[in-house]
């Protein structure tokens, strides 16, 4: 889990999600294990409850400003897709692992919750908090914009993919540390990786 030594304003939100109980359950989860290790979103997530206990006690119904509704309203929608978005966050690990393991090349594919983006899992290690999958987009076809919950490592087997500020086509390889976080990615005309990650990244809003 990463600690965030500065908050942004979707990490903001998803306090405040988490503070009204807003969160879908499996988002929920994450969170509550993300804030036992970092002061900064525990800090803002408490920093709630007064505002939150004072309209529990309001006599009349508090509308919250518009400003306020826009903000939450991509968040609370994105915590209801997360777990269809990221399938592999419901991938359990192998019973027991053997000491060679051999994932043959006639595997399924599985659909996201994003149109034309399927996944097909490799291997899980929960301990150490790590996944290895091969992701297939279709052409024309984005992943929105997310942040890593630790080091993230793709290689491009075919076609190409984009994202701001750059652009990889296959035999290209790139890295990203714990904590960054990746803009809305697109295919032009579709393509195949190979990606070890985390099993906690966190799924942003997208800013209009």
């Known amino acids: 889990m990463t600690q ?3 908050l942004q304003d979707d990490d903001r939100d998803r306090a405040a999600l988490h503070a009204l109980g807003a969160l879908e359950k499996d988002a929920a989860k994450l969170y509550a294990a993300h804030l ?3 002061d900064a979103c525990r800090a803002e997530v408490e920093s709630h ?3 939150i206990d004072a309209l529990g006690r309001s006599p009349e119904p508090v509308e919250p400003p518009p400003s306020l509704r826009s903000r ?4 609370v929608r994105l915590g209801q897709d997360a777990a269809a ?3 592999w966050k419901r991938w359990a690990p192998a019973a027991s692992p053997e000491a060679m393991t051999l994932v043959r090349g006639d595997g399924d594919w599985e659909k ?3 149109d034309g983006v399927e996944v097909r899992r490799l291997f899980v290690d929960v301990p150490n908090d ?3 999958m091969l992701v297939r987009m279709a052409a024309k076809t984005e992943y929105p914009s997310h942040r890593h919950g630790g080091v993230e490592e793709c290689f491009v087997l075919e076609g190409d993919i984009y994202g701001p500020g750059w652009e990889m086509r296959a035999g290209d390889y790139q890295r990203l ?3 960054s976080v990746h803009g809305v990615q697109g295919s032009r005309g579709g393509c195949v990786l190979f990606i070890v990650s985390s099993l906690n990244d966190e799924l942003l809003p997208s800013r209009p």
Do not use: K
């Open 177 to 179: 540390e714990g904590g």
């Open 85 to 87: 978005i990221q399938p």
């Open 72 to 75: 939450l309203g991509p968040a």
């Open 130 to 132: 790590r996944l290895t």
């Open 4 to 6: 965030h030594s500065i």
């Open 112 to 114: 996201t919750g994003v």
């Open 36 to 38: 036992e290790v970092c």
């Open 49 to 51: 409850r007064e505002a």
